[in-house]
């Protein structure tokens, strides 16, 4: 059974950059996106961007000027950094896969942008 | 896509029948899915292709609809099926979630 595990920094002071990292196991999601999605108060589940495992990237338009995602298929990792965070991207940050939809998850992280 | 649903609170009690509603800025398809979040958790996928039931859903649960209006239905509420209910269109690019109905206990 495929699990994922996100990590990373809980806390990001504003104007820096969030940096998340996404640990594949169990099985291999090679055939799928890996999805990034964030759950805030304010706005609900957001779709952040995806990423397949040879690198191709395709991010949500409001984001795409801030966010990367990359891929380390030898670690079986994924990475995202958001880039200029505000308040406004205090959100619990979650790692998602499947063949069409979102059958593996992540446990989430919460990830609160303050100085 | 803009997905709407509604209502954004169902108070039942269990054993009660649960109409979950999502609506569809624009059609698509039948390339809808629903999960199920309950506090501190991820979201788990329920229904995908809007009416097919995921690994191991309860048959109780059962989706409808096609292009823009669809329906999650909750036969029979059990204690467990408490929580909150989102749609998710992956008919187009960004992927999009609905805002969410919370199903809690009258």
């Known amino acids: 059974q495929v699990q994922l595990q996100e990590s990373g920094p809980g806390l990001v002071k504003p104007s820096e950059t969030l940096s998340l990292t996404c640990t594949v196991s169990g099985g291999s999601i090679s055939a799928y996106y890996l999805t990034w999605i964030r759950q805030s108060a304010g706005k609900g589940l957001e779709w952040i961007g995806r990423i397949d495992s040879g690198g191709s990237t395709s991010y949500n338009p409001p984001l795409k000027s801030r966010v990367t995602m990359s891929v380390d298929t030898s670690k079986k990792q994924y990475s995202l950094k958001l880039k200029s965070v505000t308040a406004a991207d205090t959100a619990v940050y979650y790692c998602?896969?499947?063949?069409?939809?979102?059958?593996?998850w992540g446990q989430g992280t919460l990830v609160t942008v303050s100085s | 896509i803009v997905l709407t649903q509604s209502p954004a609170t169902l108070s039942l009690s269990p054993g009660e029948r649960a109409t979950l509603s999502c609506r569809a800025s624009q059609s698509v398809s039948s390339y809808l899915a629903w999960y199920q979040q309950k506090p501190g958790q991820a979201p788990r996928l329920v229904i995908y292709?809007?009416?097919n039931r995921a690994t191991g859903v309860p048959a109780r649960f059962s989706g409808s609809g096609s292009g823009t209006d669809f329906t999650l239905t909750i036969s029979s509420l059990e204690p467990e099926d408490f929580a909150v209910y989102y749609c998710?269109?992956?008919?187009?690019?960004?992927?999009?979630f609905g805002q969410g109905t919370k199903v809690e206990i009258k």
């Open positions: 292709d809007a009416s």
């Open positions: 998710q269109q992956y008919s187009n690019w960004p992927r999009t």
């Open positions: 998602a896969s499947g063949r069409v939809v979102f059958d593996y």
